[in-house]
């Protein structure tokens, strides 16, 4: 069995990413850091952006040189505002994105690395999905529809009263159109 991931290793890449400001429309430079973060460590990491010629990116990574993997690890990159940094009071971190999504989000990543160093996923088992806007209509993960990939399962890191869900709620939007005289 591979040793156990060190706490403090936990805390700096939480640290760091809390620190960035990544506000929903301001997600650029966490997109950035977490693509270069995953390929130091062995992922092939793409940036891609949410429309054409949009500024704003999602970050997919994968084993290997297949973008399709069977396992979909996601969370989302931007906070509320107002940004408001990492700090440290004995054992309870607070900030932004301490619970939604950030903290989650480093918990997968760890919890990925866990089993890599075990010698349980290779190439094609597992990707990362980090999505920007949620907090703000969802465009990250709307035009993540559109990236013509599938996968066996989906691991969604938000916090929903500290309990695992085996579903998430959905959002469906329509427009209905009447043609007629009002009565």
């Known amino acids: 069995m591979a040793p156990k991931t060190d ?30 973060y995953v390929q130091g460590r062995g992922f092939t990491a793409e940036r891609i952006a949410i429309a054409p010629g949009s500024t704003r990116h999602n970050v997919y990574a994968y084993l290997g040189q297949e973008r399709k993997a069977r396992l979909l690890v996601t969370a989302h990159m931007d906070t509320v505002p107002p940004h408001i940094p990492f700090s440290i009071d004995e054992d309870v971190i607070r900030g932004r994105g301490a619970c939604d999504d950030l903290g989650p989000m480093v918990a997968q990543i760890f919890a990925v690395e866990e089993l890599r160093a075990e010698g349980k996923l290779k190439e094609g088992d597992v990707s990362y999905l980090w999505v920007v806007g949620e907090e703000k209509g969802g465009p990250g993960m709307i035009a993540a ?16 009263e500290g309990k695992i869900a085996k579903g998430h709620k959905g959002n469906l939007v329509f427009e209905i159109v009447a043609h007629g005289k009002a009565w």
């Open 145 to 160: 529809n559109d990236m013509g990939l599938t996968w066996e399962a989906g691991l969604f890191a938000e916090p929903t």
């Open 7 to 36: 706490v403090t290793e936990v805390i700096e890449l939480l640290k760091t990413l809390m620190n960035i400001e990544s506000t929903s429309e301001k997600e650029l430079e966490i997109g950035e850091y977490l693509a270069k």
